[in-house]
């Protein structure tokens, strides 16, 4: 129960900090260019920052074994997602198919998932996190590529996946904590101060996106209306029912399940603009998982607490 409340606390924190962008950008204060510096900040600067900065622990041999297990559950619990959403659309032959199942494959792991695991479970939640956002990163430019170009550039995507701030971040992160290295505070601090950045930053911007889009013009897309029912509901149900056949618990478990459960990532709109997908479609799927998981998140987590201990 403690665990929903936190939830339901982190969650009408962050709706707020939503508002905050969608007045921001309905009033001029930012514009539609100012949308994209925001997001490159976050991207290439505050999550490689956070993440960096959840490994500044002093090194604990136990933390190994949890370090492993997350790594375990993360493969499961995205591998669970991707093949619920393969599995669900494989019969659909329509040409929004592919951003269908980039949409419903990845949540917004990084923007929505970071501030609230930090929320909920400390430095502690975000270290495992970031095992998860490796695993995710590496999907998201393999599969995922593969599901908005239809084709798969080997070279490319491996560029893509060396390149990403996050993976960098995390080898950087790892290092630091493999070799028990005392990061001075002259720099300590003031990535700590960065990474603070994230939760206000990412909900900005999710307002942002919010006031730009026409609520209207989305909701007459029926395949929204799948999307939204795999994304937010069946994928975390799938998810939950195989971690309780497996075993799971503890922190770890509930990490993976918690960033599993967030709503579509905020890259599905952008790839729908470069690869020339329904753009409506895509931008309709993260704002309205967006909005709905302002409640299915809190709802989750009140579910963890009764079946993950």
Not at 124 to 142: D, H, K, Q, R
Not at 220 to 244: D, Q, S, T
Request: glycine share 8%; hydrophobic share 55%.
């Amino acid at each position: 129960m403690d665990l929903a409340i936190i939830a339901v606390k982190q969650v009408l924190e962050m709706f707020l900090m939503i508002l905050a962008g969608f007045i921001c950008f309905k009033t001029g204060v930012i514009k539609e260019e100012g949308k994209k510096a925001l997001s490159d900040l976050l991207l290439y600067l505050v999550v490689p920052a956070m993440i960096v900065n959840s490994y500044l622990v002093e090194h604990d041999s136990s933390m190994t074994g949890n370090l492993v297990r997350m790594l375990i559950y993360s493969i499961l619990m995205v591998g669970t997602g991707l093949v619920i959403t393969y599995a669900v659309l494989f019969s659909k032959k329509n040409k929004d198919r592919g951003i269908m199942r980039f949409a419903c494959g990845f949540s917004n792991a990084a923007y929505m998932g970071f501030p609230l695991i930090q929320a909920l479970f400390g430095a502690e939640g975000i270290l495992y996190a970031s095992v998860y956002v490796t695993v995710y990163n590496i999907l998201l430019w393999t599969v995922g590529y593969s599901f908005v170009t239809k084709k798969v550039n080997v070279k490319e995507i491996a560029k893509s996946i060396l390149t990403a701030p996050c993976i960098i971040a995390v080898f950087i992160g790892l290092i630091l904590y493999g070799l028990n290295v005392h990061v001075p505070d002259i720099i300590g601090t003031p990535l700590s101060m960065i990474a603070a950045i994230n939760t206000p930053g990412s909900m900005i911007i999710t307002g942002v996106t919010i006031a730009g889009s026409s609520m209207a013009v989305l909701l007459k897309n029926k395949r929204l209306f799948e999307v939204i029912g795999i994304r937010l509901f069946l994928i975390p149900a799938a998810c939950l029912l195989v971690m309780y056949l497996i075993g799971g618990n503890g922190t770890t478990a509930m990490v993976a399940l918690m960033l599993e459960a967030c709503p579509c990532a905020a890259i599905t709109t952008m790839f729908s603009i470069e690869f020339g997908h329904d753009e409506n479609l895509a931008s309709g799927s993260v704002v309205f998982t967006t909005l709905l998981s302002i409640i299915t998140l809190p709802l989750y987590a009140l579910i963890l607490t009764n079946i993950i201990k």
